[in-house]
């Protein structure tokens, strides 16, 4: 069983800046995962936001985050992290991390159907 924990969530002013964190369980190899980030506000659906490869090769964003903010794994560590800079109060939201097996996930990484595992969430906040 895959269990993720997210953390590094918080409150912050436009423009500023948080890193999260998804730290895998310890008998998970992470290197046979592929991962991603969702994140949900209130009233509305849970969304992709950034997606990676089991071996770290192959990125993407959603397009309202592109050049934003920053997706990348350490599977030594058995983490994620995805840094948020520049944020703006839309994106306010709970942020989730998610897992499947397989170096990418599916046809379409920012389908929530793609990924078996799923974190608790991180809350993230930004006012204006």
């Known amino acids: 069983q895959v269990q993720l924990v997210e953390s590094g969530g918080g409150s912050v002013q436009a423009g500023g800046s948080l890193r999260l964190s998804c730290t895998a369980s310890?008998?998970?190899?992470?290197?046979?995962?592929?991962m991603g980030w969702f994140r949900q506000a209130p009233g509305e659906e849970r969304e992709g936001v950034a997606a990676i490869s089991a071996d770290g090769f192959s990125i993407d964003y959603a397009d309202s985050v592109k050049g934003r903010f920053t997706i990348s794994r350490d599977n030594a560590k058995k983490t994620m992290y995805l840094q948020l800079n520049n944020l703006e109060p839309e994106d306010t939201a709970m942020y989730y991390c998610?897992?499947?097996?397989?170096?990418?996930?599916?046809?379409?990484?920012?389908?929530?159907?793609?990924?078996?595992?799923w974190g608790q969430g991180t809350q993230v906040t930004v006012s204006s």
């Open positions: 310890r008998f998970v190899s992470m290197g046979y995962y592929c």
């Open positions: 998610a897992a499947d097996y397989g170096n990418q996930c599916g046809g379409n990484w920012f389908s929530t159907r793609e990924y078996a595992y």
